[in-house]
Nanobody, 120 residues
Framework: QVQLVESGGGLVQAGGSLRLSCAASGRTFSSYAMGWFRQAPGKEREFVAAISRSGGITYYTDSVKGRFTISRDNAKNTVYLQMNSLKPEDTAVYYC?????????????WGQGTQVTVSS
């Protein structure tokens, strides 16, 4: 069972940037595709981005394409989400998870998440 700890959230003005990190426990991190998800107040949790085991293939939901970049460092057991040109509608709690590339659905327990707040 992999354990995940997200960090890097904060308060930023619209147009700003943040870089989220997700540290994973365990020795088999490179065996998992990973993803980022987010949940805004009053809304369901939604898929944001995913990355293959090697990092060579990435996927994004349409609303973040061209603004967000997912990456991973398997030596550090860490996956990142670089978020640029942030918008108020990006405000949410962001979570990482082991992710099925076939379904873009999570297949691990959630971490505690990290809050991202974008002010207009």
């Amino acid at each position: 069972q992999v354990q995940l700890v997200e960090s890097g959230g904060g308060l930023v003005q619209a147009g700003g940037s943040l870089r989220l990190s997700c540290a994973a426990s365990g020795r088999t991190f490179s065996s998992y595709a990973m993803g980022w998800f987010r949940q805004a107040p009053g809304k369901e949790r939604e898929f944001v981005a995913a990355i293959s085991r090697s990092g060579g293939i990435t996927y994004y939901t349409d609303s973040v394409k061209g603004r967000f970049t997912i990456s991973r460092d398997n030596a550090k057991n860490t996956v990142y989400l670089q978020m640029n040109s942030l918008k108020p509608e990006d405000t949410a709690v962001y979570y990482c998870a082991v992710t099925s590339i076939a379904t873009m659905r999570p297949s691990s327990d959630w971490g505690q998440g990290t809050q991202v707040t974008v002010s207009s």
